[in-house]
C-alpha cells in the first residue's frame, strides 16, 4: 500500500473529485474516525477549510453546515430558537470539550450508538444536502434507509424547519457525562388541543434508530386528556442488544415508561 | 509527516505519523504539561485549547491542527509568573495530585473568556469533560468561582 496522505482543500469540486476514492475518508471532527481501523485507507481529507460551518437561515428553514461543531449550534446560534428540540438535545451530548470537536456532518455520516442527534433531526423532519455522485437534497429518514448515499459523496448541510413545536428529549443516563443508553425524542404540534404531525423517535435500539410510527398514528387527533399510559406503552415495541451496563429487556421496559413520560413532558413544554 | 505548529505563541517544528494525536506529538515534543489519561476523550488530563476552544488533544489528529492556535496550560502561565486562575486552584485548595490540574486551569480559563461570573450549573457544564479523582469538585468550583471574582477585580 503507498504511503497514507492528508489531503486538504478549500474547493468542493476537489473535496468530491478526492472522496471517489472510497479509501479516502473525509474528516470532519475526527472523534468518531478516533473508533474505527484507518490501517486500510489512502489517505483522510481534512475539511476544515470548505467553508461548511455556518448556520443561516433560508425562507422558512435553518441551514446547518456539516462542519458546524455541537458547540456552535448550542452557542453561537442566534438562528434557532433557544428551545428548539435540537438544541435541547445537543446541549447536553457528550462533554464540552467533545462539543468542540464532533461536528453534525461527521455525526451524520457515521450515526453513532449513543447519537443525541439522529432522534432531533428526524423529529423535525430534517434533510441532508449531499454533493458528488448522489449529489441532490434527501430526507433525513431516506438517507438513513439508503447509506450507500454517501458513496463518494459529502453532506455539505442540513436542513430543517423551526417552527414553535412540543418537544422533549429524553437521555437515559447515570450521569450528566454518560453517553446515552438510549434517547426518546419526541415533538408534535397542536391543532387547538388536539395532537397534530406526532413525532416520537427512539434511538440506541438494536436497529440503531426507530420511530414509533403505531404510536405516532395513536396519539394523531387526540387531547392530552384522552391519551391512555397502558395504550402508550402497549405501542412502544423497540428492541436492544446486550450493552455492558445492563439488560436488553430491562432497557426495552424503560423505553415504554419513558415515552410516555416524554409525551406529557413534551405536552407541558411549548417550545 | 513534517509541518510547523503554533504552540503557546510559537511555531514549533514537529514530526509526527499519519495518524498520530495532537496529545503525542505534543508530549513528543516536549509540551508534557499535556498529561496522558484515558486517551478516549472522557478525562480531560490532555485537554488544550485549539483556536482558544478547550478540546481534547487525544481526540485531535495533529494533522488538522497546522495553522491553528494551540494553548496548553504553560501559554497561560507558568510556575514562576502563575496565572490568576492557577493561584486561585492553589488557594481554593483544589490540587491533590495535580493530574488533572493543567486541564481544569484551561477549561476555566476558556469559561471565563467567555463567562466572566458564570453560575454553578455554568461552571459544571464547562468543566463537564474534565474528571479529577482526588479532590470531589467542590473545592474546584470554588476554585473557578474565586478566579472569576479575581479576574474581574484586576
Known amino acids: 500500500m503507498s504511503e497514507q496522505k492528508w489531503y486538504y482543500t478549500n474547493s468542493l469540486d476537489e473535496a468530491c473529485e478526492l472522496l471517489r476514492d472510497h479509501t479516502v475518508l473525509p474528516h470532519g471532527g475526527g472523534t468518531q474516525l478516533n473508533n474505527i481501523d484507518l490501517s486500510h485507507i489512502h489517505g483522510l481529507l481534512c475539511l476544515k477549510d470548505l467553508n461548511l460551518n455556518y448556520i443561516k437561515q433560508t425562507s422558512q428553514e435553518v441551514e446547518i453546515g456539516s462542519m458546524t461543531t455541537y458547540a456552535d449550534i448550542v452557542q453561537k446560534s442566534t438562528k434557532i430558537s433557544t428551545d428548539n428540540i435540537l438544541i435541547s438535545a445537543l446541549k447536553n451530548a457528550a462533554n464540552t470539550p467533545l462539543r468542540n470537536r464532533i461536528t453534525i456532518g461527521g455525526s451524520l455520516g457515521f450515526i453513532p450508538q449513543w447519537s443525541d442527534l439522529i432522534g432531533p433531526l428526524l423529529a423535525l423532519e430534517a434533510k441532508i444536502l449531499l454533493i458528488g455522485k448522489n449529489a441532490g437534497e434527501y430526507s433525513l ?25 412540543h418537544a422533549y428529549h429524553y437521555r437515559d443516563v447515570k450521569t450528566n457525562n454518560d453517553m446515552p443508553l438510549f434517547t426518546v425524542s419526541t415533538l408534535f404540534d397542536m391543532d387547538g388541543e388536539r395532537i397534530k404531525k406526532p413525532h416520537v423517535i427512539i434511538a440506541g435500539t438494536r436497529d440503531r434508530v426507530s420511530e414509533i410510527t403505531e404510536l405516532e398514528n395513536y396519539l394523531a387527533g387526540k387531547k392530552i386528556s384522552e391519551l391512555q399510559e397502558s395504550e402508550v406503552i402497549r405501542r412502544v415495541k423497540v428492541t436492544f442488544v446486550g450493552k455492558r451496563v445492563t439488560d436488553p429487556d430491562y432497557l426495552a421496559s424503560k423505553t415504554k415508561i419513558e415515552t410516555w413520560r416524554s409525551i ?3 405536552a407541558e413544554n411549548r417550545l | 509527516m513534517k509541518a510547523v505548529l503554533k504552540i503557546n505563541g510559537t511555531e514549533v517544528p514537529v514530526k509526527f505519523d499519519f495518524d498520530e494525536h495532537l496529545l503525542q506529538t505534543l508530549r513528543n515534543h516536549g509540551f508534557t504539561e499535556v498529561k496522558n ?101 467542590v473545592k474546584i468550583i470554588d476554585a473557578v468561582k474565586r478566579s472569576a471574582r479575581k479576574m474581574k477585580i484586576t
Open chain 2, 37 to 137: 489519561g484515558c486517551e478516549e476523550g472522557e478525562c480531560g488530563a490532555c485537554l488544550v485549547l485549539l483556536n482558544g476552544k478547550p478540546v481534547n488533544s487525544c481526540q485531535v489528529f495533529t494533522a488538522t491542527a497546522i495553522g491553528d492556535e494551540i494553548t496548553t496550560v504553560k501559554g497561560i502561565g507558568t510556575l514562576h509568573q502563575p496565572h490568576i486562575i492557577q493561584e486561585c486552584f492553589v488557594e481554593a485548595g483544589a490540587v491533590q495530585c495535580g493530574f488533572c490540574t493543567p486541564g481544569m486551569v484551561l477549561a476555566t480559563y476558556a469559561l471565563l473568556q467567555d463567562n466572566p461570573d458564570p453560575s454553578d450549573d455554568e461552571i459544571k457544564r464547562a468543566l463537564s469533560g474534565n474528571l479529577c479523582r482526588c479532590t470531589g469538585y
Open chain 1, 264 to 266: 406529557i413532558k413534551a
Open chain 1, 141 to 165: 429518514s431516506q438517507f438513513w434507509r439508503h447509506r450507500d448515499l454517501l458513496k463518494s459523496s459529502l453532506i455539505t448541510a442540513v436542513r430543517f424547519r423551526d417552527f414553535p413545536h
